[in-house]
């Protein structure tokens, strides 16, 4: 079959399974990247996520993850929710996790496409990915122009924002690649501007260790002091960075029905959260990426957030 052919069937298919975009590039090392991770991680951004310093090779080429890989299919999953769960000045979670564990809902999606393409195609061989392997998503997403790279350092796309997932297949397929778009942030700063703990120290780069995502998700000890009364409520992820930048008022609600909030998340108050109890936990969040942080880093959290508004 010839590339064009099977881009298309690639393409057609993932917007039948819900993806609101596509785009593909070929699979080869990644050269502009490889300086800015090194310094980046020479930088300590990283902080206490010591996975990020492995595989270093593996991320900037595709064709370790997958032998004799030719492209990667870079795709958008929409997440930005019909309600906005933290307008009101009350304890807050990110938006990516208000339904179902992202990385099932899409890896699924994504066995699906794959198996389409071996009916379709014929024999394909490749890996899918949801932010679950050494994949550098956003310079992939870039570099099939799908958006450019935020100054918060997330793939932006013109017409939908950032509210949403990216994910990847890296198959042994010749296909027909997409382009790069061209950086629409011009002179804005509002997200370096928003953030409460200076987390991103110049346009483009992010320094993980400072992001209050880090903090209430990634670490695993004791939140340091030096940014109590920073957190404006937020005690699992943040997205202040998203909330003010100007593309995402371009944000339309999803689709997807398992990605809305259950009736009992909606129902949280600021005591329900306090109170919050292990068979309440394992009841509304059974199938969330709250368990990421489990009950007890929750737990952590909501103290942390609620004794630094005493300090304010």
Sequence with gaps: MNPITATQIIKSKAQALGFTHCGIAKAEFLEEEAPRLEEWLKRGYQGKMGYLENHFDKRLDPTLLVPEAKSV?????????????????????????YGEDYHFVIKEKLKVLIDHLKES???VNGRAFVDSAPVMERAWAKKSGLGWVGKNSLLLNKGTGS???????????????DGPVKDFCGTCTACMDACPTDAIPEPYVVD??????????????????SVKGKFENWIFG???????????????????????????????????????SEEVFAKVFRKSALKRTGLRGLQRNIQFVNSGKSKK
């Design 73 to 97: 299919v870079s795709l958008i999953y929409n997440y930005f929710p019909e309600k906005d769960l933290s307008q009101h000045d009350q304890l807050k979670i990110a938006k990516y996790a």
């Design 121 to 123: 195609i014929g024999d």
């Design 163 to 177: 509210f949403f997932f990216l994910a990847e297949l890296i198959i042994d397929l010749e296909l027909d690649y």
């Design 208 to 225: 993980g260790s400072k992001c209050i995502s880090y903090f209430t998700i990634e670490l695993k000890e004791e939140i340091p002091n």
């Design 238 to 276: 943040c997205d202040i960075c998203q909330d003010v930048c100007p593309w995402n008022r371009f944000s339309t609600p999803h689709q997807e029905p398992r990605f809305s909030p259950s009736a009992e998340l909606e129902k949280l108050n600021d005591a329900d959260w306090k109170e919050i």
